[in-house]
């Protein structure tokens, strides 16, 4: 925050003169300078606001990989365009980048030289007094002595008990001039407004470098945990897994955990039909085993209640139902048994079920179809999913037997069935219908004796997202140091202030003392005046009993 | 956490509330009422003074443009109107007193209270403010109690809280400054929220979702309401601002400004440096909130920050107004360009508010709607 109100048009002109005269290092010179310039600051604030637009606009990268390559595919012209200009990784994007990076070297290359500067100047003494104490903005005079014929305070006394009053106010102090006839203090407050100022771009920068070591040095993994199964903190254990730029896998901590219970409340107001059915509350019952061979841990695991295993923290961010199912083949072997992780896609938990067995025989098996925690069904109609609790859980499920092509190496999503090399057997739309399981209905035999599917029963599982981030803590603290630098910055006034004192006589022919004494703000300081009047209640509290005289004064003295 | 919902208190909310907003429908119509006499009063003691002036003092023309607004007609008769305390001793010349030598004391003299105008209608309009605004608070705490939670939790909640907190600072200002200048803006902006609140989100009363059950919620939120409401007084101030200064250039050239209503508006620079003391606060309230946010974020989606659609536009409205701070520093950038920013600052809090919550996908549509 260069103060560039002042003009200075030496400057300028000098500049002008050289422009003919630049070489590259002038060019260099001229370009730092313009990008250390307060107002390019400025427009870069302002570009990158504007450049933060678009990342709300496209779904990002960062946010929702899946919804970025579903737009592209809704948008087949626009979509590819808008990915080579990283509309869709804007807060990774060079432009971004660009502006950020352009806005902190012009911080840089303003702060560095202010604080070198401020610190020059907290270590000389506060400024000389000026010769005409009356230009000042905020200018006062007063007159000691004459009181009952006490005698007034000589002016080198009158300035040192001045000076020390100051010091006692927050000022420090540089007396001028004793023993000569118009002895002065020059006194200085505030200078913290301009460290203030300086920490808080500093500070601003260190969380800009938290941020990048959290990226190096951090990872983010997904794991999904039916009750009763356990994780352990291993790269092979994740299902999904995003290492930092320079992350080694040999620094996972191994921890483990092992999910015993979820509990998920509902709204059951009655009263209140908009809400009715709207979760209220999750709760995770895990224990957690911080390192291989230390004593296991039971701990409660909520949506704000994040986990910490030295310094790992472990999230639940999602949470569904998982049908335990047993499928055995044609040759009557169990195929697959076992708790099936399905997706909820909407408030009342109608989640979608993916099952594979490549394990049946004589041909593979696959399912899909869907779980309804609370099947309602009509004459005629599909049964649906009324409510979000496991009141009547029931399975609506199509088959198909084939080639899984599983086989083949190349990774599938758990989540969708390719039905290409699939023929099948059952389906809604099939003459035969889809395979439904419930409470009553807890077996069905698929057709053409390719074997049964058991519904056995319904566990809950969590998502858990696993995070370390090494830049948190830093960047933690450096928000709080830009914090408290910018409450210092705007709200500590920095103010100069002198005091001269003469002598005089008065109408009565008394010796007195005058104290001429001014104010100058730096920067904007509304209280200003204030500070003057309180400066005049200290020199009448100072020396009341030898009489303080206060004088209102023209406009036109202020020479 | 049980869902503790008294639907009775929640009725006896919205019915506060709909008086209270149609207080504030009255307390707006005298606030006006207020602006278009107390300007014409104005404009013709501005009137009789001109003429005056006309007929023979010659110094008041000048006076009239350096002090604009805050120099009353009592200081054209040259008199010492507070400086008595020459008179019991004589003094060198050199110290003779004078009115003028006070001024300055405080820079926003202009906006203190004037003891000799009168002005019923700014009168009925405060009080009615004040009555409006216990409606009010009666209607927001009682919701809070209602739901037993925080009354902040939803896009109804958070307007008709943002209303409430706007009304607030706007009344405790009130008490140190005469800014009733800017009346007829703000009760019109808390009445379009309470309008807004009732009629495009209405929300019943209810008990909170998992991921808004944190202690966050109230220092997040409730910081966010206030910088809000700091915003929205500036916002008005800068519009004012930037219609004064236009008003200024148009007198200064000799020219008519048909916007008399101005006259009982202080100087542009005087609007420009109180915005600027209540932005300063505003700014740090809103990067409190940002901090507070990014801390539950931490906790609650396990990343402090995410460019989440919300975080995204949290981040230019903290962008456009430290923008603004630097303005002012900076030269070339005071004066209107520093009101557009405060202007553009608070559009882009509107939006936040209403356009990402509703239409936007992201992490906080989870507000009601």
Not at chain 1, 66 to 74: G, N, Q, W
Not at chain 1, 82 to 98: K, M
Not at chain 2, 270 to 285: A, C, D, M, Q
Not at chain 2, 333 to 344: D, F, K, V
Request: glycine letters at 8%; a neutral charge.
């Amino acid at each position: 925050m260069t103060e560039t109100r002042t003009p200075r048009p030496k400057k300028a002109q000098r500049s002008d003169v050289e422009v003919p005269a630049l070489g590259p290092l002038g060019m260099a010179r001229w370009a730092w300078r313009q990008l250390t310039k307060m107002s390019t600051a400025l427009v870069l604030l302002l570009l990158l606001a504007i450049a933060a637009v678009p990342g709300s606009l496209f779904p990002q990268r960062v946010q929702d990989p899946d919804a970025v390559t579903s737009y592209i595919e809704a948008n087949p012209t626009m979509g590819p365009w808008l990915d080579r200009l990283q509309l869709f990784d804007v807060f990774s994007s060079y432009w971004f980048s660009a502006i950020y990076l352009l806005l902190f070297i012009s911080l840089v290359g303003c702060v560095l030289p202010r604080a070198v500067q401020h610190f020059k100047a907290w270590r000389s003494k506060p400024p000389r007094t000026p010769r005409r104490i009356s230009r000042l903005p905020q200018y006062r005079k007063v007159m000691l002595g004459g009181r009952d014929g006490a005698a007034a305070p000589s002016p080198d006394d009158a300035v040192e008990q001045a000076a020390a009053a100051l010091k006692k106010r927050g000022y420090r102090v540089q007396m001028q001039d004793l023993g000569s006839a118009a002895p002065s203090v020059a006194a200085e407050r505030g200078m913290l407004k301009e460290v203030g100022n300086i920490l808080f771009h500093v500070a601003l920068l260190g969380v800009l470098v938290s941020v990048a070591i959290g990226a190096l040095f951090g990872y983010k993994g997904q794991k999904i945990i039916v009750e009763g199964e356990s994780f352990v903190n291993t790269l092979v254990d994740y299902d999904s897994f995003n290492p930092g730029t320079n992350f080694d896998p040999d620094w996972l901590n191994p921890f483990s955990v092992r999910l015993n219970n979820f509990q998920a409340t509902f709204n059951r107001d009655t009263s209140d039909p908009r809400h009715y059915g709207q979760p209220t509350d999750f709760n995770a019952d895990l224990t957690v085993t911080d390192e291989p061979g230390a004593t296991p841990q039971d701990v409660n695991l909520a949506v704000n209640k994040p986990l910490n295993v030295n310094g790992t923290k472990v999230y639940l961010v999602g949470n569904g139902y998982a049908p335990v199912i047993r499928v055995t083949d044609g040759e009557g072997n169990v195929a697959y048994e076992g708790p099936v992780v399905t997706v909820p896609s909407d408030s009342v938990y109608t989640s979608s079920l993916t099952l594979k067995v490549p394990d049946a025989r004589p041909d593979q098996l696959g399912f899909v179809g869907l779980l309804l925690p609370t099947a309602v069904s009509e004459p005629g109609e599909i049964p649906r999913s009324a409510d979000p609790a496991l009141n009547n859980p029931a399975l609506i499920l199509s088959s198909f037997y084939g080639d899984l092509g599983l086989d083949s190496g190349q990774p599938q999503n758990v989540y969708v069935l390719n039905t290409e090399n699939l023929t099948e057997l059952n389906s809604m739309t099939s003459a035969n219908g889809p395979i439904l399981l419930d409470g009553q209905h807890r077996e069905v035999q698929l057709p053409n004796g390719k074997g049964s599917v058991e519904f056995l029963d319904v566990k809950r599982y969590v998502g858990l997202d696993v995070h370390s981030d090494p830049g948190r803590i830093p960047a933690f603290i450096s928000f709080v140091l830009a914090f408290v630098g910018l409450i210092m910055s705007l709200f500590i006034a920095r103010r100069r202030a002198w005091v001269r004192a003469t002598t005089t006589e008065d109408a009565n022919g008394v010796r007195c003392t005058v104290l001429e004494y001014g104010l100058l703000a730096r920067g904007e300081d509304h209280r200003l005046g204030a500070e003057a009047e309180k400066l005049t209640a200290l020199w009448t509290s100072l020396w009341e009993d030898r009489g303080v005289r206060e004088f209102h004064l023209n406009s036109s003295d202020k020479a | 956490m049980g869902s503790n919902i008294n639907v009775t208190l929640g009725n006896w909310s919205e019915w506060f509330m709909l008086l209270a907003a149609m207080t504030y429908l009255v307390v707006f119509v005298a606030f006006v009422w207020d602006m278009a006499s107390h300007s014409k009063t104005l404009g013709l003691t501005e009137r009789s003074r001109r003429g005056n002036t006309a007929e023979g003092a010659k110094e008041l023309v000048g006076a009239t443009a350096a002090h604009s607004g805050s120099t009353t007609a009592g200081s054209s008769s040259g008199g010492a109107t507070r400086g008595g305390a020459g008179t019991g001793e004589s003094v060198a010349d050199e110290f003779r007193t004078s009115a003028d030598g006070a001024k300055g004391v405080n820079e926003f003299e202009a906006l203190d209270y004037k003891h000799n105008s009168r002005r019923p209608a700014a009168r009925v309009a405060v009080t009615l403010m004040v009555i409006a605004f216990l409606l009010h608070a009666f209607a927001v705490v009682s919701r809070g109690v209602a739901a037993d939670r925080v009354p902040w939790a939803n896009m109804y909640e958070f307007c008709t809280t943002g209303a409430l907190v706007v009304a607030g600072v706007y009344l405790v200002t009130l008490f140190f400054k005469d800014l009733r200048f800017v009346g007829p803006m703000v009760s019109g902006l808390v009445l379009i929220m309470l309008c807004l609140a009732t009629i495009a989100f209405p929300t019943p009363v209810s008990p909170l979702q998992p991921a808004l059950q944190s202690y966050w919620l109230i220092i997040h939120v409730s910081i966010a309401v206030a910088a809000s409401g700091i915003f929205t007084i500036t916002f008005a101030m800068a519009v004012l601002q930037l219609l004064q200064s236009r008003r200024e250039k148009k007198l200064a050239t000799g020219e008519d400004s048909r916007l008399g209503f101005l006259r009982a508006v202080p100087t542009s620079v005087t609007l420009e440096n109180f915005s600027f003391r209540l932005n300063s606060v505003g700014f740090v309230f809103w990067t409190f909130t940002l901090a507070a946010g990014a801390i539950w974020a931490d906790q609650a989606w396990g990343r402090f920050w995410g460019w989440d659609t919300k975080e995204v536009w949290t981040f230019v409205v903290w962008t456009v107004y430290a923008a603004y701070m630097h303005a002012r520093v900076t030269r070339g950038w005071n004066g209107n360009r520093s009101a557009w920013l405060s202007i553009a600052g608070y559009l882009c809090v509107v939006f936040n508010f209403t356009v990402v919550n509703t239409l936007f996908p992201g992490l906080h549509s989870y507000s009601g709607l």
